[in-house]
């Protein structure tokens, strides 16, 4: 993929050899085309130190859900305790019923 910039500086680079290199015009070109190539490269090193550290803070928080919110771990160890609790709420209120019947005179329970 080229880029405008790259068209430039290859640009630049070839006018300071059509003019000549010796020359005043043919050294400034030169030398543009020298600082346009070293700016290119900070920036693709600036590029992937980027998107190093955002791969990285990716890892740490995926996209699309923020630091407080519970991961989809955490809910799913909450919503079992959930039903364990239920589980066990639902156990005791069945043998209280099973306790209040037996404890029920015969007649009550026939009725």
């Not at 364990?84 to 404890?103: F, G, P, V």
Request: proline content about 5%; overall charge negative; aromatic content about 0%.
């Amino acid at each position: 993929m080229r880029t405008e910039e790259a068209e430039h500086v290859e640009g630049t680079g070839a006018h300071a050899a059509s003019v000549g290199l010796t020359t005043p015009e043919g050294r400034a070109a030169d030398d543009r085309a020298i600082k346009h190539g070293q700016r290119q490269e900070r920036v693709a090193v600036t590029m992937l130190d980027v998107s190093t550290k955002l791969a990285a803070a990716k890892d740490a928080h995926p996209v699309g859900r923020m630091p407080w919110e519970p991961t989809a771990e955490e809910l799913a160890h909450a919503s079992a305790e959930v039903a364990a609790m239920r589980a066990e709420e639902a156990a005791e209120e069945e043998a209280e019923r099973a306790a209040a019947l037996a404890a029920a005179p015969k007649d009550e329970v026939q009725s």
